[in-house]
């Protein structure tokens, strides 16, 4: 399958066997559903994507942070997270695999503004360039030179990246394959040269103690270590736009994100709306085979590459620092597991240690502006500026350049994270993933034919969703509020 056939042409305007709400946008047009490629390896990435720009300060820093302090038994946490996420993403990419429209466009059917909403609270969740100074100061460790002019070289080489790539997505998950393979390969010499076999011993207490919480480090640390492993907030809701763009689905149809510099257009100015089928015998088979890829693929990659990580982390940092007091819950706590592994193994794997940290904090932060800008430039073409001359792909330039400028004016201009994006920050990611995980539920219950609705353990699933967020949310902003006023 390519992802150039067929991505232009006519088709039917009618609005088509789906309940769609056409309000607000405009009926989708009628087509069949594309057939899964005969080898489906080929189109294995969204979920990798996912995995890798959500492994970042979560795993490198929060999961080996608890690790250190209580030890491995709250490592059923993290499966819970996981599986949680999991389920969360599949009804995300639902909605997109059977009308070729993003989650966010799915939600402005019933009220024109919810994408907007959600957009903006993304970059009040993205504002501080945290993990690129993160992975600034990280290579400062091995290198020296000032965290701030490192993370604008770094800020420059993101927006390089993201807008000189001929089709950004490819560009994405090519860089996400990388950092994968790396991070595999370190934990791989970790595993020889670092992890104890105390520790080992240790692991199967993160099955024994399911259901206990080590509440030494607080009730909100960790629900929240639980509700974000893997990714949170606005990057769930972009696995609409990356197995879009991978063309799974009837998101064969839809154009992908080009540099407007280096690419090759696949799209015009004028928005599309989605494409449905006839919920017919073939085109019912042809969904059911999508259905199971897509759920396989973010199984093996983002599930068992998530959970994977987050168990290899937490052993290396109990290996070397279980009982150590005094430790933070910031970018300080790699600069004590380096030095920790430099005095265990050897100086090279702590340099080694770090290198490997920076470059995975990079990718992450390269995601991030992506899906950030991603989900604006979506947004922003779907439903405010249809009939703009500008094209979504060039938006999205202007947004991802933006988003680096304004990372420079901060790192040059202000020392210290502000404490109102520190809060910012806490809440709002639990706030949107509560508030869209209600919105899944209703719009894949009413936009989509019988045969497509989510039901039984799915609906549970959603549920459980709304009610764990619905309790993070309201326990960060009572400990944030806590934390301001005394």
């Not at 470059?359 to 992450?364: H, N």
């Not at 309201?474 to 944030?480: F, I, K």
């Amino acid at each position: 399958m390519t992802h150039t056939d067929d991505r232009s042409g006519t088709g039917s305007s009618a609005a088509g066997p789906f309940p769609l709400n056409t309000r607000n946008l405009p009926p989708p047009e009628v087509r069949e559903m594309p057939p899964p490629p005969r080898k489906t390896w080929k189109i294995i990435g969204p979920g990798i994507v996912g995995a890798g720009v959500g492994l970042a300060s979560g795993e490198f820093i929060l999961w080996p942070y608890i690790a250190s302090q209580v030890g491995l038994v709250f490592l059923w946490g993290a499966v819970i997270g996981v599986v949680t996420q999991w389920f969360l993403n599949m009804e995300i990419e639902r909605y997109t695999l059977a009308t070729g429209e993003t989650a966010m466009t799915g939600f402005n059917r019933y009220w024109r503004h919810w994408g907007a909403v959600m957009a903006l609270l993304t970059y009040a969740s993205n504002l501080w360039p945290g993990w690129v100074t993160s992975s600034a100061t990280m290579a400062s460790y091995v290198f020296g030179g000032n965290p701030a002019y490192i993370a604008i070289a770094l800020l420059l080489a993101i927006g390089a990246i993201l807008t000189l790539a001929p089709v950004v997505y490819t560009a994405l998950e090519g860089l996400l394959f990388v950092k994968v393979a790396v991070i595999g390969g370190f934990f791989a010499l970790a595993v020889i040269f670092a992890v104890k076999a105390s520790s080992w011993a240790d692991l199967p207490q993160g099955a024994t103690h399911v259901g206990q919480f080590p509440t030494d480090l607080g009730v909100a640390v960790l629900m929240g270590a639980v509700a974000y492993a893997g990714a949170g907030g606005g990057q769930n809701l972009c696995q609409s736009n990356w197995i879009r763009d991978k063309g799974f689905g009837m998101g064969h149809y839809v154009p992908r994100l080009v540099s407007p510099v280096t690419g090759k257009s696949e799209e015009d100015s004028a928005a599309t709306t989605g494409y449905v089928f006839v919920p017919d015998e073939e085109n019912m088979a042809r969904w059911k085979r999508w259905w199971r890829f897509a759920n396989m693929e973010q199984a093996v990659t983002f599930g068992a590459v998530t959970v994977l990580t987050i168990v290899l982390s937490s052993l290396l940092a109990h290996s070397t620092l279980f009982g150590t007091e005094g430790l933070a819950n910031d970018i300080s706590f790699l600069q004590k597991e380096g030095e920790a592994l430099q005095a265990q193994v050897g100086d090279w794997f702590g340099v080694l240690f770090w290198l490997i940290g920076a470059f995975s904090l990079f990718t992450a932060a390269t995601g991030i502006v992506d899906y950030t800008s991603r989900l604006a430039s979506d947004v922003l073409k779907s439903t405010y500026m249809r009939n703009s001359r500008l094209s979504e792909s060039r938006l999205y330039f202007y947004l991802v350049w933006a988003i680096v400028v304004v990372g420079i004016f901060v790192l040059l201009t202000v020392t210290d994270q502000p404490l109102v994006l520190l809060v910012i920050s806490a809440c709002v990611a639990g706030m949107m993933m509560f508030v869209y995980a209600g919105l899944l539920l209703y719009m894949n219950r009413k936009a989509l034919p019988g045969p497509l609705k989510v039901r039984g353990v799915r609906v549970a699933a959603l549920i459980w969703v709304i009610v764990l967020f619905g309790v993070l949310s309201v326990l960060t902003v009572r400990q944030q509020i806590m934390d301001i006023f005394g």
